[in-house]
């Protein structure tokens, strides 16, 4: 493993030490709903702070983009991009499908990522041009069927409870694709899901408005386990906009076509 994707881990593994140890107690303030939801931002907080702490002493000069504590700027062309808890509901409710995601970007090219899910010690890494793994096994993107690519498929996908604006065209999307494919899942870690799409455990995944970085470690370990990711136009906008369609060549391409006639103006990128 590279060097710098060895820090990245570290640094993932401190964070979900930490949300696996305040996971316990959430079981048991869960009735007390404002301190559970407190609870969970110091959770993030914690993580965040385990992580940039890593980061920091390894490479003081890199430039950090962290969910919750912002952006701080180094001096060098580097920059990570940190989600410490990418679930976040999923956590509060104690189920058990969220992740750490971070990423390192030169200039606008991803060059290492992290997706890590505490809860099942599972390990996504990528860097750029080395390939996927999961737990140090080789990933890739389920097989695609040229001749009908959403026969038999399982797609990802995420609800645009942030962005309710986009709900109607959205649900449209949703009514186009469900009857075509054998089903659709909302597992609520954008971040997880990308890495579970690049492992072969989904075909497709499409969602609206994303954050740079629930897209940021999931983008490049779909490249290298061989995915398509993209935005709604098919092209590279996809961590500006958040709006995000990744799959196998055949799935990916089918999504794209299929959504197209539902996308709003605002959507159209
Ligand atoms: C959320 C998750 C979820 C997605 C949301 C994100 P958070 O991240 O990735 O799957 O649908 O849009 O905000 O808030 O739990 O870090
Ligand atoms: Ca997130
Ligand atoms: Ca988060």
């Given at each position: 493993m590279h060097p710098t994707l060895n820090v990245a881990v570290k640094a993932a593994r401190s964070a979900g030490d930490i949300i696996l140890r305040y996971h316990n107690q959430i079981e048991l303030l869960t009735i007390e709903n404002k301190a559970a939801n407190d609870f969970v931002s110091e959770v993030d907080k914690a993580a965040e702070e385990a992580i940039i702490n890593e980061l920091k002493y390894a490479f003081p000069n890199h430039s950090i983009l962290a969910e919750e504590s912002g952006e701080t700027l180094g001096d060098s062309r580097f920059q990570w991009i940190i989600d410490?808890?990418?679930?976040t509901t999923n956590y509060l409710h104690g189920f058990p499908q969220y992740s750490v995601s971070i990423a390192l970007y030169d200039d606008n090219e991803a060059i290492h990522a992290v997706v890590y899910d505490p809860f099942k010690e599972e390990l996504f890494v990528a860097s750029k041009g080395g390939g996927a793994y999961l737990n140090e096994q080789r990933i890739r993107v389920s097989n695609g069927n040229s001749?009908?690519?959403?026969?038999?498929t399982l797609i990802g996908t995420g609800f645009p409870f942030k962005a309710p604006r986009h709900l109607e065209a959205y649900l449209n999307m949703f009514k186009t694709i469900h009857p075509q494919v054998a089903g659709i899942r909302r597992a609520g870690s954008a971040a997880l899901d990308l890495a579970w799409l690049a492992a072969g455990r989904m075909d497709g995944f499409w969602e609206i408005e994303l954050s740079i970085w629930d897209i940021a470690a999931g983008a490049l370990i779909v490249k290298e386990a061989g995915g398509y990711i993209g935005d709604f136009s098919g092209r590279d906008g996809y961590l500006k906009t958040g709006n995000v369609v990744a799959g196998n060549e055949q799935v990916f391409k089918q999504i794209l076509k299929t959504i197209h006639p539902h996308l709003t103006q605002d959507l159209q990128r």
């Open positions: 410490p808890l990418d679930g001749s009908s690519p959403f026969k038999n």
